[in-house]
């Protein structure tokens, strides 16, 4: 089973590398990352795109700022399966998450 985490943007280039490492650094593996970026005006794009460039299991989709409700039903239409979490750009998990 697929898990998708959807993870929606907006300024937060200063902790997306921590957050987004955070996750690619879980023992559960067979996962989807759906970012949202929700039109951010800082680095925040670009750090997403890097990271989905290195690994195949990050979508980024590059929005006009909306509010995070819409990005996250924008996530949400484009889940490959049923479970799902939703997390904010700033969010650090532990490894003992997923």
Not at 66 to 76: K, M, T
């Amino acid at each position: 089973m697929i898990v998708s985490i959807i993870m929606p943007v907006y300024n937060k280039e200063k902790y997306l590398d921590k957050s987004i490492k955070s996750i690619l650094n879980q023992t559960y593996k067979n996962f989807e990352l759906i970012i949202i970026n929700d039109g951010s005006t800082d680095n925040s794009s670009c750090i997403c795109h890097k990271f989905e460039q290195e690994d195949i299991r990050i979508k980024v989709i590059d929005i006009e700022n909306n509010g995070v409700s819409n990005a996250r039903n924008i996530g949400l239409k484009m889940l490959m399966e049923n479970m799902y979490s939703l997390l904010m750009g700033m969010t650090i998990l532990m490894k003992i998450c997923y």
